[in-house]
């Protein structure tokens, strides 16, 4: 048939244009249209809520279907509802090895949660929005994305102190402090560590934004040498 | 380029069944296939388009003509593309798109693929299999195997009797 004999430049467009689940159900139409869309992007933004089980089962069946096909890109972001801490991200969300891009919105990052993070050895970004996480989670968390370009933490609360000394890929480090309205003492001082040996054949340097708020920033940038540009937003 | 001052340059395309078609270049270089021979100066004479047929390639030469002579809206360019393709049954769009690809041609591309992919929206396995003649060749036990493995995404799609 015709539709099915299109070169895969034009099936990949045709699947771009419906929405995922569509994409997905083409597998069932024969044996050629099995993994077409497996070549396509995909973008997952989900809520989790205590209240509201389902965003946390379908989670659980997007993420295995997904984790085990080449998927020429997954993004995921998932935020809670409500701003109770207690939320854990779902385990599967530690299983998706081929994540390239990985947003989490207030949610807990505890010792429970690392235990179960494997290695990510395709995320590009991560972005860390609101939500509580102490030192020693957030080094043994970044040690499992060796090959991360963006990272954006933002909002975190108990973070004293940022080292990406191990990140080689970083390119883009963007940081807000947590708002120090709520006289939180712990994260009055944030020191951010970057490495000197950021030089390799193709050395750009990352760039480093550290916006300042209230017009008094207890952001300090140690061992900066070596990096492309900072900004002070 | 040596485009000749004050006349509008035209160029001769040839379809793969000898038809010819004359087109102003400056219509014809939505085409990047084009645009490179032209750049290059290869498209002094005719330029054959061995992919093309005849009734395709006149469709082609219609969507060039009147998206160029749109201004840079696309809002307007939107419409037309819409309005272009509403009446074009499946085989012509196989057509366009096969001939937008070869011709290296973006937006007629993307324009008919949305189209098709929108023939496809929220209908059955079964709707698509018999609209575009795709023959089903899974035994029913791997289709029953495919389906379960992405089941929940068919919750909410219209069934009909043979899915």
Sequence with gaps: DRISELPQRILQQILYHLSQEEAVRTSVLSKSWRYDWCA??????????????????LLEKWIPTLTNKCMKKFCLSIRSEHDL???????????????????VEELTLDRKAIDRIIH?????????????????IFRKIISRFPLIETLHVEDCRGLRKIEVNELH??????????????????????????????????WVGPSFSVPERRGESNTHAVMCDGFWRFDVV | MAAETGTPTTLTLKSNDDELFSVAESAAI????????????????????????????????TYMNGISAIPADEEKKKSYRDKFLSDKDFETLADMVLAANYLNM???MDAVSAKIAQVMEKKSV??????????????????????????????????????
């Design chain 2, 126 to 163: 079964g709707w698509v299999r018999r609209k575009f003649g795709i023959e089903n060749d899974y035994t029913p036990e791997e289709e029953a195997a495919v389906k379960e493995e992405h089941k929940w995404t068919f919750e909410g799609v219209e069934t009909d009797d043979d899915n």
């Design chain 1, 40 to 57: 396509q992007e995909f973008h997952l933004r989900i809520s989790l809520d205590d209240s509201e089980p389902a965003s946390a089962s």
């Design chain 2, 30 to 61: 939505l085409s990047v296939t084009i645009r490179n021979m032209v750049e290059d100066g290869c498209a002094g004479g005719v330029i054959p388009l061995d992919n093309v047929d005849g009734k395709t390639l006149a469709s082609v030469i």
């Design chain 1, 120 to 136: 990510f050895k395709h995320l590009k970004t991560l972005h860390l929005l609101d939500f509580r996480i102490v030192e020693e």
């Design chain 1, 169 to 202: 890929c970083l390119k883009d480090l963007y940081f807000i402090e947590y708002d120090l309205v709520e006289r939180d003492e712990e994260c009055r001082s944030i020191e951010v560590y970057l490495m000197q040996r950021w030089r390799s054949r193709n």
């Design chain 2, 106 to 108: 973006s937006c007629l």
């Design chain 1, 85 to 103: 801490e207690s939320i854990h991200p779902p385990s599967v969300v530690f299983e998706a090895e081929l994540l390239q891009d990985l947003q």
